[in-house]
């Protein structure tokens, strides 16, 4: 399994924007689920969005979905997340990670980005 690929992370102040980016293979994205995870400095590594093309759907952790979303580019084997209204909360590390499922085992983790966000 090939690891994804990250990129985007960067600095911005509260309020801002950021798109990230997870490369993977296509038949990656076709047939596995794509996971958006964070880990901010000191804490556990938490979720942020699933999605599977396969089954056409997308899971948000509850309270980023409303300044948060995934979307994807077939032709590039890209999956995005894309950031608005960032807080100083939203610092931390980005990972991208492939699934068997969104519900189901993780098959390899990317490097990471860095988020962050200052007041």
């Known amino acids: 399994q090939a690891r994804p690929v990250e990129s985007g992370g960067g600095s911005v102040q509260a309020g801002g924007s950021l798109r990230l980016s997870c490369v993977v293979d296509a038949f990656t994205l076709g047939y596995y689920a794509i996971a958006w995870f964070r880990q901010a400095p000191g804490e556990e590594r938490q979720g942020v969005v699933c999605?599977?093309?396969?089954?056409?759907?997308?899971y948000y952790d509850e309270s980023l979905k409303d300044r948060f979303t995934i979307s994807s580019d077939a032709a590039e084997s890209t999956v995005f997340l894309e950031m608005n209204g960032l807080e100083t909360d939203d610092t931390g590390v980005y990972f991208c990670a492939v699934r068997n499922h969104c519900r189901g085992d993780l098959r390899t983790w990317g490097q990471g980005t860095q988020v962050t966000v200052s007041s």
């Open positions: 999605i599977e093309l396969r089954k056409g759907t997308t």
